[in-house]
């Protein structure tokens, strides 16, 4: 029977091991004869994905990825200040139409994924919808849909890490913020003042310092991995 249009199937990369799923796992391979096992394929065929990559999923025109990063610290530019600041598992998700970017995202994790019910947990950056998929706003960045998946994702990412921040979105980072942050700040609970983000990432860049682990602070729950293939890939624009 002929494949439909948007029938889905997705890769979760773990371990060594590759797991292509539709509703179950439909075969176990190990990660040193994937290669070989999808050019013998006749029905599905990934494209050269980015390292890291812990999901893959494929809807008819439409394609989403996620990749992990693992914990480090990196230094951020907020309207002109620089800010060091340690980071949980890093989950940088892309959707494609026609292999061209019409989504970026961004989660944390205090362990790796190891299941699709595991839950990403809302990045209290600046630049992000944190409350609306983890959404990142790339301003002007644009990837040649031509290049290859692994490529225009490779460019996203140096995007994200070099691009300046801006208090646009900073009510969706504040309401990010977990405990630990907030009574770093000297604040009793979560304030919403776009002026005061300021305040947070100073906490943040001092616990840094101080050598707190961000893998165990309380981030607050964005969804699972499931529901991120799922919404990433949905048919309505």
């Given at each position: 029977?002929?494949?439909?249009?948007?029938?889905?199937?997705?890769?979760?990369?773990?371990?060594?091991?590759?797991?292509?799923?539709?509703?179950?796992?439909?075969?176990?391979?190990?990660?040193?004869?994937?290669?070989?096992?999808?050019?013998?394929?006749?029905?599905?065929?990934?494209?050269l994905l980015p390292h890291g990559t812990i999901l893959y999923k494929t809807a008819g025109e439409r394609e989403a990825i996620l990749v992990e990063r693992p914990p480090e610290?990196?230094?951020?530019?907020?309207?002109?200040?620089?800010?060091?600041?340690?980071?949980?598992?890093?989950?940088?998700?892309?959707?494609?139409?026609?292999?061209?970017?019409?989504?970026?995202?961004?989660?944390?994790?205090?362990?790796?994924?190891?299941?699709?019910?595991?839950?990403?947990?809302?990045?209290?950056?600046?630049?992000?919808?944190?409350?609306?998929?983890?959404?990142?706003?790339?301003?002007?960045?644009?990837?040649?849909?031509?290049?290859?998946?692994?490529?225009?994702?490779?460019?996203?990412?140096?995007?994200?890490?070099?691009?300046?921040?801006?208090?646009?979105?900073?009510?969706?980072?504040?309401?990010?913020?977990?405990?630990?942050?907030?009574?770093?700040?000297?604040?009793?609970?979560?304030?919403?003042?776009?002026?005061?983000?300021?305040?947070?990432?100073?906490?943040?860049?001092?616990?840094?310092?101080?050598?707190?682990?961000?893998?165990?602070?309380?981030?607050?729950?964005?969804?699972?991995?499931?529901?991120?293939?799922?919404?990433?890939?949905?048919?309505?624009?």
């Open positions: 029977m002929p494949r439909r249009a948007n029938e889905g199937e997705e890769l979760i990369i773990h371990d060594g091991f590759v797991e292509r799923r539709k509703v179950t796992v439909m075969k176990r391979i190990k990660l040193s004869s994937f290669l070989a096992e999808v050019q013998k394929s006749t029905s599905f065929q990934t494209p610290t990196r230094t951020i530019n907020y309207e002109g200040t620089r800010y060091r600041l340690g980071l949980p598992f890093l989950y940088i998700g892309a959707s494609f139409i026609n292999r061209a970017i019409n989504g970026t995202y961004l989660y944390f994790r205090g362990t790796p994924v190891t299941q699709l019910e595991d839950k990403l947990l809302q990045v209290a950056l600046p630049n992000v919808y944190a409350q609306d998929y983890g959404k990142v706003c790339m301003g002007d960045f644009f990837a040649d849909p031509a290049k290859p998946i692994s490529e225009q994702v490779n460019e996203m990412v140096v995007h994200i890490d070099g691009a300046p921040y801006n208090r646009d979105l900073a009510e969706f980072s504040l309401k990010a913020m977990p405990q630990e942050l907030v009574t770093k700040a000297g604040k009793r609970k979560i304030t919403t003042d776009p002026t005061h983000l300021p305040l947070y990432l100073d906490a943040w860049k001092k616990l840094t310092e101080e050598g707190s682990d961000p893998c165990k602070w309380r981030w607050k729950t964005q969804f699972t991995v499931a529901e991120f293939a799922k919404l990433s890939i949905r048919q309505e624009e």
